[in-house]
């Protein structure tokens, strides 16, 4: 039975509540990722709640959301590259097929993409979820808003949440401090340290 829920959880179906350890036996509090109140909440790649088919491998799933985001910036981003048409985009046919590729990213292996790859996918990755962001909450009024748009708007990616913030300064940032706050995007013991490319 432990063998069993070790592989469930490395297929990232639940996780331990604190990320404290994949799965052991004992008196350890566990949820299925579909009980977790901040991926049911502030997730945006779950519209239809989390998939349990077998996840796509993660260079085929990021190959297509680059060639979507690709398309999407040609087509409605200005040449000089200052003015992005928002409205076009959440209507056109691209961007619904991005965010239904999203979804293939709730229970992806990260740790299938080399380093480069990884910090190519997250960087690609952090570009089309601020236009997603954007498009879905509209741009942040102040400091406070802008605080809250970089932090609560978050994707599931191998069974964790990243929110903007984390994937900027968490992984592309090696796991800096942000603006104004006093903690680490990652703990010691945060899963998401291991699925990206924090560089020291």
């Known amino acids: 039975a432990v063998e069993f829920g070790r592989k469930l959880a490395s297929k990232h179906f639940f996780r331990h509540v604190l990320d404290e350890n994949d799965f052991e036996d004992g008196n350890q509090p566990y949820r299925f990722l579909d009980h977790d109140p901040v991926i049911m909440t502030q997730c945006?790649?779950?519209?239809?709640?989390?998939?349990?088919?077998?996840?796509?491998?993660?260079?085929?799933?990021?190959?297509?959301?680059?060639?979507?985001?690709?398309?999407?910036?040609?087509?409605?981003?200005?040449?000089?590259?200052?003015?992005?048409?928002?409205?076009?985009?959440?209507?056109?046919?691209?961007?619904?097929?991005?965010?239904?590729?999203?979804?293939?990213?709730?229970?992806?292996?990260?740790?299938?993409?080399?380093?480069?790859?990884?910090?190519?996918?997250?960087?690609?990755?952090?570009?089309?979820?601020?236009?997603?962001?954007?498009?879905?909450?509209?741009?942040?009024?102040?400091?406070?808003?802008?605080?809250k748009f970089f932090g609560d708007f978050k994707y599931v990616i191998g069974g964790c949440a990243y929110s903007l913030s984390a994937i900027e300064n968490g992984i592309l940032r090696g796991n800096q401090r942000p603006p104004y706050n006093l903690v680490k995007p990652f703990g010691q013991k945060d899963q998401r340290s291991k699925g990206g490319p924090v560089i020291p």
Do not use: W
């Not at 077998?54 to 590259?81: H, N, Q, T, W």
């Not at 928002?86 to 293939?104: L, M, P, V």
């Open 44 to 147: 945006y790649n779950i519209p239809r709640g989390i998939i349990d088919v077998a996840p796509k491998p993660m260079a085929e799933i990021a190959s297509r959301l680059r060639k979507l985001s690709c398309a999407i910036f040609e087509a409605y981003v200005s040449e000089d590259g200052r003015h992005v048409d928002y409205r076009s985009i959440q209507g056109c046919e691209e961007f619904k097929r991005y965010i239904r590729t999203t979804e293939e990213l709730q229970r992806v292996e990260t740790s299938d993409l080399s380093r480069e790859e990884k910090l190519a996918f997250f960087i690609n990755l952090y570009n089309m979820m601020a236009i997603h962001a954007l498009v879905t909450c509209g741009h942040p009024a102040g400091p406070l808003d802008r605080k």
